[in-house]
């Protein structure tokens, strides 16, 4: 059971869009149901001049194939240490953040990770290897799996929402119309600060809408 001082605490949203490199978090606090972002950042999940934790489907590309055409026991293996650097990266950074907004008196209650139709691909090395424009995609989906662990290791409930789907979504759940909600999400950023760009409005959406259906 949760103490009368853990109950007294701001309730936070934490939104998630998976970039190459890391993801792009935003955190709200609702305000009398009016929206609030209190932090926008970008939590990497490759380290300065680490190419294996920045792209370890392009290392697994470039690297000899095995004799099936496949790929190698050294590609699995690069790919393997470069997955576990990003987990590790992600993990560490959303545990600072949720320390930092601890500290200040507000907490994570809740996260929304962005998705979309490429979950189908559970293979990811051998998709990476199949085509020289797959190596990107396969990049995108494995720092949103990292992104997945690191929310798994901090305890916090997730949602996630498609992102094609989370206009029409958060239109039905605050009750705007598109119009609206654009201006809003716009208007936020004059507090966040810079970059409010595309990704930073859809995880600000995100966080918002998984907010307000949460309390």
Known sequence: MSSGAERARVQVGLGFRALRGGGVVVAVTLENDEP?????????TAAPGDRLSYEPYHVAFEMERGPDGGASA?????????????DALAAKGLADIVRTLREAGREP????????RAGWITDLLSYSLSFPDHPPVAEGLAVREALRFAL???G??????????????????LGLGSADLEARVKA???VAGRPWRKEQKLACLAAWITLATST
């Open 36 to 44: 609030r972002v209190i932090l926008s950042s970008f939590l990497a």
């Open 188 to 190: 936020l950023g004059t």
């Open 156 to 173: 916090v409930e997730v949602a996630e929402i498609d992102e094609k789907s989370l206009p029409d979504l958060a239109s039905e759940v």
């Open 109 to 116: 209650s809740v996260a929304a990770l962005l998705v979309n």
């Open 74 to 86: 050294e590609a699995a293996a690069a790919v393997a240490e470069g997955r576990k650097r990003q």
């Open 152 to 154: 798994g290791r901090c």
